[in-house]
């Protein structure tokens, strides 16, 4: 294994438990320290050949967030790349952040709105015709189960600009503060979260739609029952910690039934909109105690929320204040 891989390699245990190593960037210039370094990274097996002459200049900026990978790509040759995807254990998004000189995958031009899912068996064909930067999310298995992902459809799929464009400001974010002294746990995990919300609306091509689900794409009406379902469901106090498909058994209809309705009625995902209410609900129980009757770990832990590290800081994010000044003032 060429030197550079093998030291990046090695340290992988260390950057699964340390802040400052969340955050590796690796510069590979030819073919095997390529194959070498994506199969570790992503479970691809890449077939590289490279046209223009000249070292490859392949500069991979890598972020662990525990269980959720940014994998930032920029590379200066003229090249194609006839790749296959293994089973890795997690699922890969990624899109063309920018190309210089055009590229092409699949005999089409790829244009800033063309996003890709990578799944394992799929064989994979880009020409970048000069410089290139491309961003790959890979989500952990476990994670994709947990929110209920099943996929269909063909690799590529054309995605509105804006929608892109918010997901790379979202990544490059969290790839910031990656790098930066002092970043907590609670940090990134709030930042996977947030990575978690803006990716699951980029995959809704794959997402595996139910039959009922394009029953009620095109009626507000049916979306919006939906979304009143859902509230009186969570407006039970003993329901507002419920899970996701818990919510779906209840309201009788699929999660994927569920995220469409949200997202057309009210442009939320389910877990964020029920955090958000929860966040409010305990804003207003805040409002309504004094420190000598309650703590904040109290109010909180009695809504579900068990990480009040991470509750602070989306607490400050949404109100501009944290929980014990709203309980003290």
């Not at 994998?71 to 003229?78: D, E, K, P, T």
Request: with cysteine; proline share 5%.
């Amino acid at each position: 294994m060429p030197e550079v891989v093998k030291n990046a390699f090695a340290s992988r245990e260390t950057r699964n438990q340390s802040i400052t190593m969340k955050r590796q960037r690796f510069l590979l210039n030819t073919p095997d320290q390529i194959g070498e370094f994506l199969f570790d990274a992503t479970g691809m097996i890449p077939g590289y050949t490279q046209f223009s002459p000249g070292a490859a200049d392949l500069t991979y900026d890598m972020v662990d967030l525990n269980g959720v990978t940014l994998l930032w790509a920029s590379g200066v040759a003229h090249c194609r790349w006839l790749d296959q995807m293994s089973d890795d254990g997690r699922v890969h998004f990624g899109f063309m952040v920018g190309a210089e000189k055009g590229a092409t995958s699949l005999g089409h031009e790829l244009t800033p709105n063309d996003a890709m899912l990578f799944l394992p068996g799929q064989e994979m064909d880009y020409v970048f015709l000069g410089p290139v930067v491309t961003l790959e999310i890979g989500v952990s298995r476990e994670i994709a189960e947990q929110l209920g992902w099943q996929f269909s459809g063909t690799p590529l799929s054309k995605h509105p600009r804006p929608l892109l464009a918010r997901l790379e400001h979202i990544c490059r974010h969290a790839t910031e503060i990656a790098s930066e002294p002092g970043t907590t746990e609670a940090q990134f995990s709030e930042l996977r979260d947030i990575i978690l919300d803006a990716l699951e609306i980029a995959l809704t091509p794959w997402l595996e739609a139910d039959s009922d689900t394009t029953s009620f794409m095109d009626g507000s009406t049916a979306a919006y029952s939906v979304l009143k379902g859902l509230d009186r469901v969570l407006s039970d106090p003993d329901e507002m910690d419920v899970d996701i498909q818990a919510m779906s058994q209840k309201l009788g209809v699929s999660r994927r039934t569920l995220f469409y309705a949200l997202r057309k009625s009210i442009g939320l995902t389910p877990r964020r909109y029920q955090e958000l209410l929860r966040l409010g609900q305990l804003r207003q129980m805040l409002k309504a105690s004094d420190t000598d009757s309650h703590t904040v770990t109290q109010l909180a832990m009695g809504l579900g929320f068990g990480d009040l590290g991470r509750l602070a800081g989306k607490y400050h994010k949404q109100f501009g204040e944290y929980p014990h000044e709203t309980l003290r003032n």
